[in-house]
């Protein structure tokens, strides 16, 4: 499939697990402004000390910023066949950006529900030497490495509302604007995880 693919949910609705499963099957590289962001804050750059504070209230970072992470992230060599969008666009305007810089071919909506992301976020915990995400009831980790673990600042139950609310207020209007594109497909995010890998593989045939 020619052009970038987006994938787009709640945080906590499993785009990071989904999202390797897809770089396997296409060979896009994952473009995470999550993940970009909290490289920055731990190398302490000021473009990290910036988004800090909108981070760990779970806020949205604001547009011009992100659109300018984006922008450099899409000259490298590795994004010329596209990618795949983890994480962003969270609003309208950020969208409105990526139409002009680059071609999205699809937008993949995976649908949890409120009461469910909750549960997921607040119990998620990470390995700090694999990035291997975990969950206290659903995954836990092996015992041997249960010490090491650590929880993201932002994964706590205060912020995971203002993420969620952020997520429908700014977020979610998203669905429709890619809907009346023609391009957004939806599968459901509330079951087990390879279910949710299935749904999927059988959009990117
Ligand atoms: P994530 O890892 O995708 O859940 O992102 C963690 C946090 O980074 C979010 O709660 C926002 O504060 C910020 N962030 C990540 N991507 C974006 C984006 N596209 N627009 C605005 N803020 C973002």
Do not use: C
Not at 125 to 130: I, L, N, S, V
Not at 155 to 163: C, L, Q, S, W, Y
Request: net charge negative; aromatic share 4%.
């Amino acid at each position: 499939m020619g052009g970038s693919i987006v994938l787009f949910g709640p945080p906590g609705a499993g785009k990071g697990t989904q999202a390797d499963a897809i770089v396997l099957a296409t060979g896009k590289p994952q473009i995470s402004t999550g993940d970009m962001l909290r490289a920055a804050l731990a190398e302490g750059t000021e473009l990290g000390l910036e988004a800090k504070k909108y981070m760990e209230a779970g806020e949205l970072v604001p547009d011009d910023v992100i659109i300018g992470l984006i922008r450099e992230r899409l000259k490298s060599q590795d994004a010329i066949n596209g990618v795949l969008f983890d994480g962003f666009p969270r609003t309208i305007p950020q969208a409105e950006a990526l139409a002009e810089i680059a071609e999205v071919s699809m937008v993949i909506s995976i649908q949890v529900p409120d009461e469910a992301i909750v549960e997921r976020i607040v119990g998620r915990r990470m390995d700090p030497e694999t990035g291997e995400i975990y969950h206290i009831k659903f995954k836990p980790a092996p015992s041997e490495i249960s010490s090491r673990l650590i929880q993201r600042k932002d994964d706590n139950e205060d912020a995971v509302r203002t993420r969620l609310s952020a997520y429908h207020s700014q977020t979610s209007p998203l669905a429709e604007w890619y809907l009346q594109r023609g391009i957004l497909k939806s599968v459901n995010g509330n079951q087990a995880m390879g279910d949710v890998q299935d749904e999927i593989s059988l959009l990117l045939v």
